[in-house]
C-alpha cells in the first residue's frame, strides 16, 4: 500500500477514546483490570473520579495521584460537584449523565468502560460501547466496601502506593533515654501491628569512632531509616510507630559537626510533613547512663532542641509523661478520636512543653 493511501486510512479512523469513572476509596486490583484493560485497547483513556467525602475520609487530590503515579498516559479529571447519590431511578440515572455530558462536557468517548450495571445507562448516554470488564468479579473477587472496614486483611488486592498512605504513621520523639523504644513496643503490641526501631542506634553500633560518626554517616542513617520505614508501611496494621527520624538526626548533625548537610537537611524537611501524628517523650524518666550517651544534663540540652526545633517547623505535638502504661494510655486516647486526614493536626493550643 502507498505510503500516502495508508496515512489517508490511519487520518480517517476514529480515535479510540474509553472512560471509566469511579471513586477509587481504595483504588484496588479490581479497579486496576477496569484501567489497565481500556488502556490496552483504547488510543485514549479518561478516568473521572468522584469526590466522596461521604464514603472515604481520603482526599479527592490523594486517590487522583493514585491513578496519575500508577498509570501516567491517563487523563485524570477530578469531579470536586459531581452527583453523590446512587442507584438506578431515572432522576439519578440523568443526573449523573448530564454531569459528564453537560457539566463536565465530556465527548468524543467511544467506549465505557466499568463492571456495574451503570455501565448501561451511561453508555447509552455517551453514545458508547458498553465494555464490561469482569462484572461477576470472578477474576479480581473484591469491593472497596470490602476492603475500607479492613485494609490489613485485603491488602494484597491494594498496590503498595495506595496501601502506605492507608496507615497511619506516628512518629515518636525526644532526646536519648525518654522510653522512646519502650513506649513503641508497646503500642505496637498493644495495636497489633509493627513499629519502627531507631536505625540510627543500629548504625552507630556497627560505625561509631570514639563514638562519634561523620556528617555523611548521618545522612546513610536518615536514608537507611526512611527506607526500612516505607517497606514496614506495607505491613503494618492501621499504624507505624516510629522511633525517631530524620528531625532528630538533623539535631544531631548540627551538635557534633555545627551544621547539618543537604542531603539531611532536604530529609528532615520530609520528615516534617511525613507524619500524621507526632508524639514527643519527656525527659522525666530516670536517665539510663549507658556507655553510648552522653550524661543526662545532654539528655535534657538535646530534649529542649527537638521541642524547640518543632515550634520553629510549627509541627503540632503531644509530650507523654509518666509511666510507659500512662504514656500508652495517653496514646490510646489520642488514637481513639484520631482519624487519618480528617482530624486535623493536634492544635497548638493544646501542646503541652
Not at 159 to 170: A, F, G, H, Q, S
Request: aromatic residues 8%; glycine residues 4%; hydrophobic residues 40%.
Amino acid at each position: 500500500m502507498a505510503s500516502g493511501v495508508k496515512t489517508r486510512l490511519e487520518a480517517d479512523r476514529k480515535i479510540r477514546r474509553g472512560l471509566a469513572l469511579g471513586k477509587y476509596a481504595p483504588f484496588h486490583r479490581g479497579h486496576q483490570l477496569v484501567i489497565e484493560t481500556a488502556l490496552a485497547e483504547m488510543d485514549e483513556v479518561v478516568v473521572l473520579i468522584y469526590d466522596a467525602p461521604d464514603v472515604t475520609d481520603i482526599p479527592l487530590p490523594v486517590r487522583a495521584r493514585w491513578l496519575r503515579e500508577l498509570y501516567p498516559a491517563l487523563q485524570v479529571i477530578e469531579a470536586w460537584e459531581g452527583p453523590t447519590q446512587v442507584g438506578y431511578t431515572d432522576d439519578i440515572m440523568r443526573a449523573h449523565e448530564r454531569y459528564i455530558i453537560d457539566t463536565l462536557g465530556i465527548s468524543g468517548i467511544t467506549h465505557f468502560y466499568s463492571s456495574e450495571p451503570y455501565g448501561d445507562h451511561i453508555s447509552r448516554a455517551l453514545g458508547a460501547v458498553d465494555r464490561q470488564v469482569d462484572p461477576t468479579r470472578i477474576k479480581v473477587p473484591i469491593s472497596a466496601s470490602r476492603i475500607r472496614p479492613h485494609p490489613f486483611r485485603y491488602r494484597d488486592y491494594l498496590d503498595p502506593l495506595v496501601y502506605r498512605d492507608l496507615i497511619t504513621k506516628v512518629a515518636v520523639l525526644g532526646a536519648p533515654s525518654t522510653g522512646k523504644t519502650t513506649l513503641c513496643e508497646r503500642l505496637a503490641q498493644q495495636f497489633h501491628t509493627l513499629w519502627m526501631p531507631e536505625y540510627g542506634r543500629e548504625y552507630w553500633a556497627q560505625h561509631q569512632i570514639n563514638r562519634r560518626l561523620s556528617a555523611e554517616q548521618l545522612v546513610d542513617i536518615a536514608e537507611g531509616h526512611l527506607a526500612r520505614e516505607e517497606a514496614l508501611l506495607l505491613q503494618a496494621d492501621h499504624y507505624l510507630f516510629t522511633d525517631t527520624n530524620a528531625l532528630t538526626t538533623a539535631q544531631f548533625a548540627r551538635h557534633y559537626h555545627g551544621a547539618i548537610p543537604p542531603q539531611l537537611a532536604a530529609l528532615a524537611d520530609q520528615a516534617a510533613t511525613r507524619y500524621d501524628l507526632t508524639l514527643v517523650c519527656a525527659a522525666d524518666i530516670p536517665y539510663e547512663d549507658t556507655w553510648d550517651r552522653s550524661g543526662d544534663m545532654q539528655r535534657r540540652a538535646f530534649q529542649q532542641q527537638i521541642i524547640a526545633d518543632l515550634k520553629q517547623r510549627e509541627i503540632p505535638f503531644t509530650l507523654l509523661q509518666g509511666t510507659v502504661e500512662a504514656r500508652a494510655a495517653q496514646v490510646a486516647e489520642i488514637l481513639r478520636h484520631f482519624r487519618k486526614y480528617r482530624n486535623p493536626p493536634q492544635p497548638k493550643e493544646n501542646v503541652v512543653a
